[in-house]
């Protein structure tokens, strides 16, 4: 087996407080990037147009281990402190909610 190779599932986008048809929810997912995934030092967030009123990564049981408001639309994290694992970052934007699964090695 080759340990570089790291299987990444995208979990699906559910906009809270959407009110217009899918293709907005189709737009604001296919702006938000979140890389590089799998990552060890720092995540960049950008989110096209939009600017995140609130960042959170948390760990599998809920736990808020980073949070912040950005105040651009590029955002980069720092995870160097997170040990090993699996994260969910949840992105909140003026469009909705966008959730993302990062991983952190070291």
């Known amino acids: ?21 899918q293709s907005e929810e189709d737009a604001s997912s296919e702006q938000i990037s ?3 995934n799998p990552a060890s030092q720092v995540i960049q967030i950008t989110t096209g147009n939009y600017t995140a009123s609130k960042i959170e990564i948390t ?7 980073v949070s912040t408001k950005p105040q651009s639309n590029k955002v980069e994290l720092n995870i160097a402190d997170l ?10 934007t003026l469009s909705g909610i966008e959730t993302r699964e990062i991983i952190v090695t070291h």
Request: hydrophobic share 40%; glycine share 8%; net charge negative.
């Open 1 to 21: 087996t080759n340990s570089d190779v790291v299987s990444i599932t995208v979990l699906p986008c559910r906009l809270a407080g959407n009110q217009n048809n």
């Open 34 to 36: 979140v890389f590089p």
């Open 59 to 65: 760990d599998l049981a809920g736990r808020v281990v």
């Open 83 to 92: 040990p090993e694992g699996v994260y969910l970052i949840r992105i909140e």
